[in-house]
């Protein structure tokens, strides 16, 4: 970065400020005030509370630390009404003998227990409110951080995978486009979590992988994100990192109806345009599917709009949620249905760098062509989801939930590479070899879950609860096409392009279907306060069909130039390669898995010590079948094992808003379902395997957390954690075959270590507020490289061969420093607020290279976000989001200087420090904006 | 010693009566000339088939002795009774030829009167009918001369061997579809023994020979398996293959190529294997002429025309594999003539040496730019690139840059004839995507210079004629007329070739046959004057 866009930066940076000081200057108060604090008995504050003077036009509503402020009062007497959610209202008289004193009135709301439903499980704060958040913290037997929806709804997030960057101790993997997809939890890799919906895990539509996508969920149907980073007995076992809980809203206690319609615009479609295809030729079936599996395909089976793309300036992005809530037949019956859509058109200028390593020991890495890359993505992204839940009577209870959420993607990219190769490339003479490619891609990924639960309070000290759930998540890529053409830079001139060979268009799809049963028992005397046993069982059945089809095209005549023979993808005239089809692709498989478990739990809950201790026996079946077996392949497959799974936690309460917490689990990570499927992918460079001996991972973990939890909004917590992995799985190469082929094969590597320290803080001073998490990550696992050298090193003549080396490093996807920081302002009174939110990754392991010493790095990014709203009456609020301000970008390097030949530099673009390093990726997203208006209706409005 | 004085007598006295006898009968007249009659007087046969017939003698004479003779096939006589009586019987034993023609066969019949007698049989030679083979396994010897039509996929089984003889056609009956396109798998080893006048030939149909068809790839190839110990391919065409590769056949499973992918005419995978192919053809083929994964190679004195529809070499050689390419004619290839690389870094380091070859016309079907156009050593491959002649090819002999680049310490390079009749041509003698430039190795001993010079001065083939933006698109295409790539005696190419340098391999010896490989020549290219 140069000075000058140091300088720019700083710029935008203190007119963000600015802008941010502007919404917040507090007015101050010259004649009498009263100020103080609404809390609840145990002082929790209660934040949004009404302070009203009655007959007076004074009001202040309490703020975060639940303190109020209600100024300009002349000298008299005054009746304060305070009313809250749950809680009885309450009249204070009030006397002010001078204008210039300052009352200072503590209020202290008692629960209205008539009012407060007790199937509200938590109990006195608002739903999706911080305060909740929090609660749930300190109470939790796990280690645990949440998200609150408000603080969802303050921040720019769509995505659920948006918000999960803002958790402590979480990194996430993007797609191409830039979006965060999934979560890496304390630097370990993404299949170390795993997604719950209300607790229940859901299956994921990723073809060869089993952890979820977290794009595919809208965050504002969320009650309030969970992470845990500790499981107990009672939780299903394969999480080493951690897991990630969407709670979706539920009923709330009265008549509620909350909508939002948001518009935005990002400012790479402004600068770039949009490259849009028509996605509504797309055939669902290719030709294979549709005709029978002999059927020859002939060109005219196959639109050829699809390839069709137009530059334009899309509509401006639309988002909209809708969700009401009530209460019925005595509040006995609650419901919630909610609703949320989602078009934005995403885009992203990308620089790929296509490289190997150099082969004759100096072990760098060799630039052979850079790609230029422009995605255009249109997201369509909605949401529907009901929650009932059904009183029976005080021993009896029912909900039932369903859930589907539907990421329909239709992505353009485009690419323009440029070889570097030779002294053909000329950039002072603008010589070059060309290639282009453009690709349409559309992906329709659904999850759709359904989940029954019953409650049921047996005998006194018995409860019973469980659930049913059916779980369906599909993928469907049809016709992912390709449409490749070859040309030359010459004189800065871009020549006539003529069309390549080998254009796919491939049929893609799978389904996951889960069926799981849960059930557990409490046993709970009253004699034992909050003490308690608990065990209970699972199973689950899970089939999955995955389906694979690829056609490749040549051009016929082979030679077609543009301008001569064509102009538009339409023009062009093909011969199918393949006309069968290629559906003997090891992508076509079927895998199940079925999860026996059952637990046991005790809880100790004595004076400032809460002991909880269990054990999870899960038994696993898990396996594969090929659906066209090829000769030599295992044509099915199954792993079955048990594990014994320990836990204990130990929660020491320091003094009244002081934790100790230590927890111990024992934790597995099983492979993925595509992983133990023997295939062999031909990929660039390396062909990849799969690996049917694969075995799962071991993981003992270990937390301590200290907490403090001043008030019900505020919080320090700082923690540090070790995990004990074995076997863990990493992608290395291997030899395999009698031609001693090297491959990439996911394999087991001995043990890795991985520890650090977490440290997460949240203040709140009147008005303003500060939120701020950091993690140190460190892991080291051995695995083995590859380096060329000569046979004998000092003789220049013999074989160049292939040596395997030990290599030590940290685990994939792990940036040694994460850390966040939000600056909040709020002014519950003039309805303003408004929050400066940064996320820091540090340098971080983006993926592992077969060489020795040549893993990719991402480098450190801050990204910064701001959003600024204003409640305009009592039902709506307007507001505005801006995202990546800094227009921060995404670099990926190899920490090697570039190979350049001896005596022979070349200048090649982009690289900022060919000395020191090698840039291989560098993605642009620009600044996104969006404004938008929340309406929301209670019952007494 | 009376008994024995007896018959002393006994026999002189019949010696005396015979003589007495014979003279006289002399002097009357002779006895009647043999009379010869045979069971078949014409005879039918189809080629290599052995046939017996019977001859019968009636001799006044006595017979004395029944001979035969052929112009066509070979005949032997046995069985002859009657000799000294004056009737007599021979069995004729007769072998057809593998050669279509009509000959007789002539019995000759003495008797002991010295009187001759000939009797003709008159032979028609005709072609056997073809054997047609449904898919399964094979083995054995293949003809010689005969005709098999192949209607399914064939394989050799490992530890097996098939042996193909001189003057065998093989029509594979394919059509370019996955589910109709034959390849012969070979598991074990496979000897193809053609001849200078006798070639094997494996085709499609007659009707299917057409222009139309050149790129088409109506059969599957000749593919081994890394079981494969040996293939030795003599003077043997093979035409027209290149179908896409189909599931659970043996080159995809191996992980060679992938499902619908075009297949070679040959391809060869075992690193410890030998494969010697002199000789041959290897001609319109839809990508790659053939593909040698791995093994130790003598490619020598074969001719490559119109290998690759859009893209494909002739000869495509990968790690593993160690020999030597010499004496070969590469007619207009889609890309190289010979790429030879050590993709996917396979034990032992490729080496291997490609010198006195002839490239013509080659590279412009690719329609990739930057991508050669008649020799390729690329990717930590080593080897000798010497007395090669390259015509109108779109990029002479080319070492790509880092990170393609070949083992430069281990790679010769030099003493190459380029001729280009274009300025585009001539431009990239030395291939601007590529490291080198005149100078550099031995390239100072090449053959080089501008547009038009240098005409290598073949015996038949104008090479000012070309034009490469229509070589460029394969429907211009049409079969090629007679040529001949020998020399001119005022050829610049003569006496400039650098000799002396080592081959690979001195010699292979496989299938009990030793195969010597054929020293540099003094002269560039393929053929001298």
Redesign the interface.
Known sequence: MNAQTLTNRFHKLKDILRILLLATVPLVAQSASIKGKVTDANSEALVGAHVLVQGQPHYAIAGLDGSYTIANLDAGKYTLVISFIGYKELQQEVTIQNASEVITLPVILEADQTQLNEIVVTGQAEKGSDTEARTIERTSANTINIISAKAIALSPDISVANVVQRVSGLSVERNSNGDPQYAIVRGMDKRYSYTLINGVKVPSPDNKNRYVPLDIFPSNLLERLEVYKSLTADQEGDAIGGAVNMVMKSAPAERQIKSDLQLGYNYINVREGFDKYNASVVDTKSPRQEYGT?Y?AQPSDFTKKNLETNNIKPIPDALASLSYGNRFVHNKLGLMVGGSFQNTYRGTKSLWFD??????GSNLP???SVQDRHYSTQQIRGALHTRLDYKINDQHELKLYSGYYKLLNHETREIKET?L????YDPSAGDA???YSTRTKTTNQAIFTTSLQGNHKLAEPLTLNWSGVYSRATNDQPDNARFIR???LKDFVEQPQ????RNPRQWMNNTDIDRTGYINFIFQPSSWQNSLLKAGGMYRNKNRDSYFN???F??N???QTQGQQWNTYSDVTWEI?????????ELNYKAHENIRAYYLLGKLDINHLEVNTGVRVEHTDQGYTLK?P????APDSSQIYTDVLPSLGIKYKLSSNTNLRFTYYRAISRPGFFEIVPY?L?DDGY?ELGNPGLKRVKADNIDLRWENFPNSTNQLLIGIFYKRIQDPIEYAIVRS??????SLQPNNFGTARNMGLEVDYTKYFSKFGVRANYTYTYSRITTSKVI?VRENPND??S????KSVNETRPLQGQAKHIGNLSLLYKDQQKGWESQLSMVYTGERLEATSPYLDNDMYSRPIVLLDFSLEKRISKRFDVFLKATNLLNSSYGVYIKKPV?Q?EGNVVQYPYQDDPQHKTLVRRDQYYQSFRMGIRAQWHKND | MKTLLNKFIALTAIVACVLIASCSEDEDKKPSAPLVTSDVSTLPIKFGDAKTFTVSVSAAGRVKDITATTDIGTVTVSDITGVGEATGTAKINYTAPFDTGSGKITVVVNDQAEQQVTYIVSVDVTEQPPVELTAGDVDGVWGPSRTYIVRGNLRVPAGKTLTVKEGVTVIVDGDG???NSPEIDVEGNFYSYGTADKPVVFTVADAKQTKENI?AGLWGGILAT?TSQEMVVLYTHIEYAGA?AV??S?I????EL?????RFGLYF?N?NGEFVMMHSTIAYTKDDGMRI??GKLLIAYNTYIYNG???GEAVNIKS?SLGDVAYNIFYQPATNGVKWS?S??????MDVNVYNNTAINGGW?Q????RGGSFNLE??GRGKAYNNIAVNCKYGTRF??????P?V??CSLGYNLYYGNNDVISAEFY?????V?KGDFETGNDISGATGANDPKFVNFDVTAFNYQTA????NLDYPATMNFALKADSPALNKGKTGFATKFTSHTVGGTTYNVPAPAAYIGALGN
């Open positions: 002999t020859q490289y190997d390593t150099d082969k004759f060799s630039l052979r070889f190769d030779g002294r053909n070899i060309l290639q070859n040309g030359e003529t069309v390549e060979r690829r056609y490749f040549d051009p005549p082979g030679l390669v393949n006309p069968a089809g290629s559906a003997t692709d066209s090829e000769t030599g392949q062999t031909e062909q075959g009698v031609n001693n082929t090297p060329f220049n003549t074989d160049l061969i292939t190979y030949d | 579809t996955q589910a790129f890394s896409p599931a659970g043996t995809v499973t191996s992980g992938k499902e619908g992918d075009p995978n690193p994964n791995q529809k859009t893209g593993g050590n996917d870094g396979r034990t032992p380091q079907r329609t990739k730019a930057g990717k930590t790509p840059k880092s990170p393609d680049n083992d310490a281990n291939p601007s995507t590529g490291s430039v460029a698109n394969a429907d």
